[in-house]
Structures are given as structure tokens and as C-alpha cells.
């Protein structure tokens, strides 16, 4: 029968994190919603108890994880915790993807940082030390996103030592500003191989193993608002048009990979975030070849000023966990207003 399916297989995987082991409670205590619909109580060490919401399919099954009035649940958000995760984040070495891991950690994960840098950030140890309070921890790997042998090993390396792999955000990315008459093959194909291939095979590489798993993990692409609009002051059409490419690829992934399977691997969603323009090294590098960008992007957005990578912390957070559990194939647009006007 459907129930026996499709339920344990829930109890190992993404629930695990929350209520681990789950114990069923006896069969007098299910209650019927009708045909389609079923309810089971499960409670943990006799803690906390959620409910489960599952209904069948023809042919495939979507379970929804119900945590709406958890009377025993006395911590605040709990949606957002990340504890016992494990994630990846691409591009971790510095800038938007150190920023983005340390909030991970900050919210409990175990964050397996890649970059083809040697070393990360002057910060990582500093980082480290910050985040272990909060039982999160960083972990740092040198590998070139476009070796897709070498960033398989290594995920695969990842989600076998821990047994699981919870998420992945694909950070790393490079810029190109040029007019288009001047760029070659070469430039187009170097750029599109890190900013798209790149971020495709990470994301197949991390999903093959949540499938393995069976984690229902969460997918966080760097996309860019420089995938919806034309860049005004910076000339840079092969990094613009990866950036569309990766929100079109987040809503083909979402579509393969978002239902639960019958033996329980699936459940995988996949978001984009475009944030607006940030202080990064790599923003830096154009003010330094052009001064003037500055004022101009400043003035460009509704809120007139940049962004810190900060500033994108919550709503990393808010991708790889539970709190988006009803989000996928979407793109979080944080720009300070500049493409809404
Ligand atoms: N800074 C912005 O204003 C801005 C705005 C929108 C989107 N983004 C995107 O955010 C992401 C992070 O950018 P950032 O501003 O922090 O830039 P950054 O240059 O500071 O960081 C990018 C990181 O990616 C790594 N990287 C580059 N190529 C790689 C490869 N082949 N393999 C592994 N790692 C590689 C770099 O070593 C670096 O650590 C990028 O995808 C970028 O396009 C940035």
C-alpha cells in the first residue's frame, strides 16, 4: 500500500534532520481525509511530533511535510534551522559565496566550501571560530567548477563522509566586460563554460547524490539581475546572457527533479537569487577600471546605494531550508528596486 511506501522512506531523508529516529504511532491513531489524503502522527524520542501530509498519485507520489501548530515545538523558527545539514557552496573562497556559507553555518550546517582560489578569504578562520557556536562549521576544497570529474569526486567525497548532502549554492561565477564586437570564441566559451556549464554540472553533481541520499535537498543558483536587464554603464554581453541561461536552467532542473519518488529520492528544488549590484571583489575590480560606476549603479536603484553580501544571507537561508518548502523553480530578485522601475 501506498502509506507503507512512501512513509519510511520520509522518516530516513528530510525529515531525519528534525525528528530523528521517527517512530510511528499505532495504526488506531491515523486518521482518514478521505480517499486520496492521509494523516500519521510521528513523534521523536517523545519530543517534538509532526505531521505528515502525503497523498498518492497515479504514478508519482508528493509528500508535504506539515509543521503549522507544533504545540511541543518550543523553538522559534525552526524552519530555518539548518542543523545537521550538509551543503556545498561553489565559489566559497571570498564574496558572495563566503558570505552565503557563513550563513549557512551561522544556521547550523556543515558548509563544504569550493573554489579554485588555493586559499579562501583572510576571514575563514575567523568565520570558522564565529559559526562553531551554532554547531555549523566551514570546510574548504580547491576545485575548478568546470573539471566536471574532479567536482564530482569531490562532492560525491562530501556526501559519502557525512552520508548526505542537503544543499548546494552555486556561487562561483567570473565577469567579462567587453564590447561584443571585441570578444572572441574563446571569451565566449570561457565565460559560458564557469557562469553556465559550471553551474550546471554542480548542480547535477550535488543532485545525483541527494538522490543517492534520498535528502530533499534545495538548490540555490547565483544568477543575476544582469539576467533580466541590460547592465547600464557596463558593457558585458556573454556574462548577461549566462546569467538568463542559469534562471531558465533553475526552472528546467526544478521541473526533473521536484517529485518525491516511489523509492523516496526526489524532492529536490531549485531557486535562483539575482541579487542587484554588490561589493564584492569582483564589483571592486570595475570601479577600479571604472570609477565612474560607482555614482551610476548607485543612482540606478531605488534605494540609491549598493548592496553587502550580507545582505543576502537571509534569503540564503530562507532557499536552502524548510521555510521554502512550497519554492522551486523561482527567482528571488534583491536588487534594490533596479529592475522595477
Ligand atoms: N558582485 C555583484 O554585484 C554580483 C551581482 C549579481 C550576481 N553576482 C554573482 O555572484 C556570484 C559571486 O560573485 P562575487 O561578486 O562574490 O565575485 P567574486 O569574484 O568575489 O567571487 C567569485 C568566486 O568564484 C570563484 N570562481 C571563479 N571561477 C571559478 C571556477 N572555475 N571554479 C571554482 N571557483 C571559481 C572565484 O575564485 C571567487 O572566489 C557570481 O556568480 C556573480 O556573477 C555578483
Not at 548546494?168 to 565566449?188: R, Y
Not at 538568463?244 to 527533479?257: P, S
Request: charged share 20%.
Amino acid at each position: 500500500m501506498a502509506a507503507r511506501r512512501v512513509l519510511p522512506s520520509l522518516a530516513r531523508t528530510s525529515s531525519s534532520r528534525i525528528a530523528a529516529p521517527l517512530t510511528a504511532l499505532p495504526r488506531r491513531q491515523l486518521t482518514g481525509l478521505g480517499d486520496q489524503k492521509k494523516w500519521r502522527r510521528y513523534q521523536s524520542n517523545g519530543a517534538a511530533a509532526i505531521k505528515i501530509h502525503y497523498e498518492e498519485q497515479t504514478t508519482r507520489t508528493t509528500i508535504v511535510p506539515d509543521f503549522s501548530r507544533n504545540t511541543l515545538d518550543t523553538h522559534r523558527f525552526r524552519e530555518f534551522d539548518l542543523s545537521g545539514g550538509v551543503y556545498i557552496v561553489t565559489g566559497g573562497a571570498r564574496g558572495l559565496g563566503f558570505c552565503l556559507a557563513e550563513a549557512l553555518a551561522e544556521a547550523g550546517g556543515k558548509v563544504h566550501c569550493l573554489d579554485i582560489l588555493p586559499n579562501p578569504d583572510h576571514a575563514w578562520s575567523s568565520a570558522q571560530s564565529r559559526v562553531a557556536p551554532f554547531g555549523g562549521s566551514l570546510h574548504y576544497h580547491q576545485v575548478n567548477v568546470t573539471d566536471q570529474p574532479a567536482l564530482e569526486a569531490i562532492v560525491a567525497r562530501i556526501a559519502d563522509d557525512r552520508g548526505r548532502l542537503d544543499g548546494l549554492i552555486a556561487a562561483a561565477g567570473k565577469q567579462l566586460a567587453k564590447d561584443s564586437l571585441d570578444h572572441t570564441i574563446e571569451d565566449a566559451q570561457w565565460l559560458m563554460n564557469i557562469n553556465y556549464t559550471g553551474v550546471f554540472v554542480s548542480a547535477t553533481a550535488a543532485a545525483r547524490q541527494m538522490l543517492k541520499y534520498k535528502s530533499h535537498g534545495s538548490i540555490c543558483l547565483i544568477a543575476s539581475m544582469s539576467g533580466l536587464v541590460a547592465n547600464k554603464g557596463l558593457v558585458c554581453p556573454i556574462y548577461n546572457s549566462s546569467k538568463a541561461a542559469v534562471i531558465q536552467l533553475a526552472r528546467n532542473l526544478a521541473m526533473e527533479w521536484g517529485r518525491v519518488r516511489e523509492d523516496g529520492s526526489g524532492g529536490i528544488r531549485v531557486n535562483c537569487i539575482s541579487p542587484g549590484h554588490i561589493l564584492t571583489p569582483m564589483v571592486q575590480a570595475d570601479f577600479k577600471r571604472q570609477p565612474d560606476l560607482r555614482e551610476l549603479w548607485q543612482k540606478e536603484n531605488m534605494l540609491g546605494r549598493l548592496s553587502t553580501p550580507e545582505e543576502f544571507k537571509g534569503a540564503a537561508v530562507f532557499l536552502l531550508s524548510r521555510a521554502s518548502s512550497f519554492m522551486t523553480g523561482g527567482n528571488l530578485v534583491i536588487d534594490g528596486g533596479h529592475t522595477a522601475w
